[in-house]
């Protein structure tokens, strides 16, 4: 019977005995079962220690266990909120359990990604459209309303009062614009936005060479004011050179100056020495080592027509509006018009040229290869552009892209990943 006693009938059948660790295990499941609805009744009397401990202990067991986690209150998910801000500004280098934990992980991503978010914005519109708003635009809007407002003020009505109060609610919303415009300027100044504005740059100047080729229009309006850039600060330093009577070559040689430039320093040159003087010449030498950019409008005169017209120079005549109009008729240009006559003798004037002499034939024959002349030297393929320039502006916009990527999962996604078999 002993042995009997530990077995039991089932509809007529007869069962194996239940063995002590079959016995010890179900009493251990029932341990944590209890646990677990302990907890499921009052979550808040068990520690993250307590919690992290029945989470191994159901999984070893096999049973369903779900942690419920507290519902953070208005200030903690603010607090969280303005910590994932704060974080997003200095990438991301405070450490997350400082201000927020699971409870607030929704505020935190939200702040990390919405401030990382806001800075790139703010700076690729500062940077691609130049803007934000000056502070004179805000005290010009101001201005507005306290007029509307002293007007107003006074008893104005009918038509006239509804004209001032239009030009009050302009006024403010002068005001708003102008807010809005400074407050983006300044978020585009936070660090994660000054790089993205930095990597924006860099990628410009870098392509910008190319694209001018390419015919892409935002590149070639880039291209032509950097060159006007260099030729406005070439002409400042000509001019000083000019007055102070300093090595005036050291300046120019090599520089891409236009016509309008070139006539501006010749003319100086003139004043400051004397037309035709020994020193206005020198200087007037000098200044022919610059290269003249762009194009020249030549108004119908084809290059060959005024090869041949220097070809035909005697030397002897002056240059005036009838030499030159005669010098074209004979190199058989029929009829000249007045700007084709006005755009060479301008030119040779402004290379302080006085004769139709070998001086002359030797500057004609420079406007002649003008035309069609670009601003500045231009790239032909992609493996021209300057590399280093391009890695810059590559790694300085993955690194602040790479802040939009800064969301913590959950606990449960975490658990997820870490069950399923085929997460490497």
Not at 216 to 225: S, V
Not at 371 to 387: C, F, H, N, R, V
């Amino acid at each position: 019977m002993p042995i009997m006693g530990q077995m039991s009938l089932t509809g007529g059948q007869m069962q194996a005995p239940i063995t002590a660790e079959e016995r010890q295990l179900k009493n251990e499941r029932k341990r944590v079962l209890a646990y677990i609805r302990q907890y499921e009744r009052a979550p808040n009397n068990f520690n993250n220690t307590m919690i992290s401990q029945i989470e191994r202990m159901a999984m070893q067991y096999q049973i369903p266990f779900q942690r419920q986690e507290k519902t953070a209150s208005f200030g903690a998910n603010a607090l969280a909120f303005g910590g994932g801000l704060a974080d997003s500004i200095v990438f991301d280098l405070m450490p997350d359990k400082w201000y927020s934990d699971e409870s607030t992980r929704v505020a935190k991503n939200t702040g990390k990604i919405g401030g990382a978010a806001a800075q790139i914005a703010a700076a690729v519109a500062a940077t691609i459209a130049s803007g934000g708003a000056a502070a004179p635009t805000i005290g010009a809007a101001l201005g507005n309303v306290g007029k509307a407002g002293a007007a107003l003020a006074t008893g104005v009505k009918g038509a006239q009062g509804m004209s001032k109060i239009a030009q009050a609610a302009k006024g403010l919303g002068g005001v708003g614009k102008s807010v809005g415009s400074l407050g983006m300027n300044a978020i585009a100044k936070l660090p994660v936005g000054r790089m993205t504005s930095s990597a924006i740059q860099s990628g410009k100047q870098a392509l910008t060479p190319y694209g001018a080729n390419a015919g892409w229009n935002w590149a070639k309006n880039a291209q032509t004011a950097a060159s006007r850039k260099v030729q406005a600060e070439t002409l400042v330093k000509g001019r000083q050179a000019i007055a102070n009577t300093g090595n005036l070559e050291e300046v120019v040689s090599g520089a891409n100056l236009t016509s309008g430039q070139v006539k501006s320093l010749t003319n100086m040159i003139n004043r400051t020495y004397g037309k035709n003087s020994k020193i206005a010449k020198e200087y007037i030498s000098q200044l022919n080592t610059a290269n003249m950019s762009g194009p020249i409008n030549l108004n119908g005169l084809k290059p060959e027509q005024i090869i041949k017209m220097a070809n035909g120079l005697d030397g002897r005549k002056l240059v005036n509006t009838a030499n030159i109009k005669a010098a074209l008729v004979k190199a058989g240009v029929k009829k000249p018009t007045k700007p084709q006559i006005e755009v060479i003798e301008e030119y040779l004037k402004s290379k302080n040229v006085t004769k139709l002499d070998s001086e002359a034939v030797k500057q004609i024959v420079k406007l002649a290869q003008r035309k069609g002349a670009t601003e500045l030297p231009t790239p032909a393929s992609l493996g021209d552009i300057d590399k280093w320039q391009a890695a810059m502006a590559g790694g300085m916009g993955f690194g602040s892209l790479s802040m939009l990527n800064k969301r913590e999962p959950s606990r449960q996604e975490m658990e997820d990943a870490a069950l399923d078999p085929f997460n490497v």
